[in-house]
């Protein structure tokens, strides 16, 4: 009768509203916590969700992962992928570090100074972040490089580089200034702080249209008069500008710096982003799906910790896990274009 009605009327049907996508990751989410409830309860006597303290570690840990996963999940909407990002960590952990030292040759350049502010240490590791970021972009854009190569031999070049720096040695006595980034609550807060930001970016900007423009289709979007050449370097800018903060962040959390930080966090954060509905075949993601895939790997890992599960165990679950979101996502691409 409604049908009838409306055809008559030369009305469209009504459609029915779509129920965000994150939605149902949420679910999987609150399942995954349900189930470690129920297990700690059967074969430990104790409560998952109810200890403040685990909640909170868990969220701290993967702050670091988060902050990357949304530089990432940009690349990835785009048809890229960005596998440097663990070792710009690395490296820019080092080089801020260096910079955060209480160390002697500021004050040899400048009898009368102290430490340098705070403000330039961090500044630094974003620099060389966006750095490594513009290099990956212009590989990708100017050379026609594939993404996966051009950032898996940024990968291999800036853990060298941070091995390098300091001849493999760790960098410590880091300002008290520099460390209270790290400390608390305030690892979190850059996260959720960069998520929001991103978040608004890439639904409201012009930015955010253009990245999904070119992940959608990369020919139309040149046709559109898009700049895809200088809009790919921006993005791997980005991605490399927020390893960069990452890297400073991980840095002031364990009050060093070593050349080994943030290895295998690329594949983490690629997980979080894939995990949270971003597609591989570009152009379908968002950065609430990736958060929320972001916390539900941590709690994964604090999960199979608190269930004293051996580590390579969580190791070949998270693989497994990986690989079962790709292949939902190469469904749902099948399905949507059918």
């Known amino acids: 009768m409604n049908t009838n009605s409306a055809t008559a009327t030369g009305l469209p049907p009504a459609r029915k509203r779509r129920l965000p996508p994150e939605l149902n990751i949420f679910a999987v989410l609150i399942g995954i916590a349900l189930v470690y409830e129920i297990l700690g309860w059967i074969f430990i006597g104790q409560s998952f969700l109810m200890n403040p303290q685990r909640l909170t570690i868990m969220i701290l840990q993967v702050s670091v ?39 002697t040759w500021p004050r040899a350049l400048y009898p009368g100074l102290t430490d340098l502010p705070f403000v330039i240490p961090i500044g630094v590791g974003i620099l060389i972040g966006i750095i490594a970021g513009v290099v990956n972009g212009q590989l990708i854009a100017r050379t026609k490089i594939p993404p996966f190569i051009a950032t898996l031999g940024m990968m291999v070049s800036a853990r060298g ?16 200034q520099f460390n209270f980034i790290g400390t608390g609550i305030w690892p979190v807060i850059v996260f959720l702080v960069v998520a929001l930001i991103f978040h608004i970016a890439l639904r409201y900007t012009r930015y955010g249209k253009f990245t999904y423009a070119i992940g959608a289709n990369v020919q139309a979007a040149r046709v559109s008069g898009i700049n895809v050449e200088a809009h790919l370097i921006k993005v791997y800018a980005i991605a490399g500008m927020l390893a960069g903060l990452a890297g400073v962040v991980t840095a002031a959390r364990a009050q060093t710096a070593q050349a080994g930080m943030g290895v295998m966090y690329e594949l983490d954060a690629i997980a979080a982003a894939v995990i949270g509905g971003t597609s ?3 152009g379908v993601g968002r950065i609430t799906g990736t958060v929320i895939g972001t916390v539900i790997l941590g709690v994964m890992t604090s999960g199979f910790t608190f269930l004293r599960v051996d580590a390579y165990y969580q190791e070949i679950v998270k693989g497994m896990i990986i690989i079962a979101a790709v292949v939902i996502d190469v469904y749902r691409q099948k399905k949507r274009k059918t």
Request: hydrophobic share 45%; proline share 2%.
């Open 161 to 176: 580089a941070s091995k390098w720096y300091t001849k493999g040695q760790p960098v410590s006595g880091l300002t008290d």
């Open 280 to 282: 591989l075949s570009g």
């Open 65 to 103: 992962i988060g902050i990357i996963s949304v530089g990432v999940t940009q690349v990835i909407i785009t048809g890229g992928i960005d596998l440097s990002s663990g070792s710009v960590v690395g490296l820019t952990a080092m080089i801020s570090a260096s910079f955060a030292q209480a160390s």
